[in-house]
């Protein structure tokens, strides 16, 4: 979906509410996740909003999932349990281009990420708690030809995207070659932010 505005969209007023940064300007692009805090395991239930001004503020609105599918809640990796992004937090310039192991371009850390860990091993998503480091945190696809109904396997952890994935990588590439920089900033807001 896209939409266009004269004024700010609500993602954006909710980041200056938080103090956030925030960019306006032709493909200089913010990417902003909404979580949606009612928790149905294993669904497509956020949404990732890629915006910039042109004239107007255009806002690109794909389903995604901020937290990791039922499968790594279930069975977490790591002892300490499976990584969960913080909400209403700004990753300021985190990520970049590059290639997931499987084989295709995302977008992949530059630094490291702090997440919460949930180790308890059952399909109620926990926040909070101590800060970890994870450095495997992508933005990427879940199934490349068909639409997948849940997140399954496609998240220990990572922004997926359900829809929409070429266009996300289509934007971000346009930020670069509009030299607005080579680095992203992703922000986690807490709650459904239309």
């Known amino acids: 979906m896209i939409r266009y505005s004269i004024d700010n969209p609500p993602v954006i007023d909710r980041c200056i509410d938080l103090g956030f940064a925030w960019f306006k300007g032709k ?3 913010n990417i902003i996740a909404c979580r949606n805090m009612k928790e149905r395991p294993d669904a497509f ?19 995604c999932t901020t937290h990791a599918g039922q499968h790594y809640l279930l069975n977490p990796s790591r ?15 985190s990520f970049k281009i590059g290639m997931r192991s499987s084989g295709y371009e995302c977008l992949i850390p530059c630094k490291d990420i702090p997440v919460w860990r949930d180790g308890d091993c059952n399909d109620v998503i926990d926040y909070g708690g101590p800060d970890h480091d994870s450095a495997g945190i992508q933005i990427h696809r879940a199934n490349s030809s068909n639409t997948s109904l849940k997140i399954g396997r496609y998240s220990a952890g990572c922004v997926v995207l359900q829809t929409g994935f070429n266009d996300f990588m289509n934007l971000c590439h346009k930020q670069v070659q ?17």
Not at 46 to 59: A, L
Not at 179 to 190: E, V
Request: no cysteine; aromatic share 14%; proline share 2%.
């Open 45 to 63: 239930q956020d949404t990732i909003h890629v915006v910039y001004w042109d004239q107007k503020w255009i806002e690109y609105v794909f389903p």
């Open 79 to 93: 002892s300490a349990g499976v990584a969960i992004l913080k909400h209403n937090h700004q990753y300021r310039s």
């Open 178 to 194: 509009n030299r607005k920089g080579s680095t992203f900033t992703l922000t986690i807001l807490k709650g459904v932010h239309l």
């Open 27 to 29: 493909y200089d692009l």
